[in-house]
């Protein structure tokens, strides 16, 4: 910023948020019951789903939820667990696919004193990674530049999801 002159960096998208309505209950069963585009879901397997999140780390920062509602991830049944990790090997595929991310972070908080944002319903986050994504914005001006429109994002990544099957799924 030159001195004397405030630099604007301008994110009108976030108005409607801003704007909006809050709504109660959980995001996850809510997407659900709910337009899948509207909610930036993906995918549907048989113990859960795919999602983007709205608000992201980096350009295609998806969740993976189960669609039972808890918590806790050794309530998951042997079968949503494993329903649960190929989803997000299947996730993993399409993601280097759709922009051949240089890594990955994966994980999942569990617990708000772990950093959950939605604790009562157990989500993992994948954020794609590049060498070099991380600049001085973050640093200096607590803001994060995601270089594509989660529209776009969706539209490209919702075909990949669909096309062919990953280990027999």
Request: charged residues 30%; hydrophobic residues 40%.
């Given at each position: 910023m030159?001195?004397?002159?405030?630099?604007?960096?301008?994110a009108p998208w976030r108005m409607e948020y801003i704007?909006?309505?809050?709504?109660?209950?959980?995001?996850?069963?809510?997407?659900?019951e709910a337009d899948e585009r509207q909610r930036l879901v993906l995918y549907k397997s048989e113990h859960c789903f795919v999602m983007m999140n709205r608000y992201p780390y980096n350009n295609g920062h998806l969740m993976i939820a189960p669609y039972r509602h808890t918590?806790?991830?050794?309530?998951l049944t042997l079968e949503e667990a494993q329903d649960l990790m190929l989803t997000l090997q299947k996730a993993l595929v399409v993601l280097k696919e759709a922009f051949r991310p240089d890594g990955f972070n994966i994980g999942v908080n569990?617990?708000?004193?772990?950093?959950?944002?939605?604790?009562?319903?157990?989500h993992f986050h994948i954020v794609p990674r590049w060498e070099g994504d991380t600049n001085y914005m973050p640093v200096i001006s607590?803001?994060?530049?995601?270089?594509?429109?989660?529209?776009?994002?969706?539209?490209?990544?919702?075909p990949l999801f669909h096309q062919g099957d990953l280990k027999g799924r």
């Open positions: 030159a001195e004397g002159k405030m630099d604007v960096l301008w704007l909006s309505e809050k709504e109660d209950g959980c995001i996850f069963c809510k997407s659900l918590g806790l991830l050794e309530d569990i617990g708000k004193v772990a950093g959950a944002g939605v604790a009562d319903h157990l607590s803001t994060r530049v995601i270089p594509e429109h989660l529209e776009r994002t969706y539209e490209r990544l919702l």
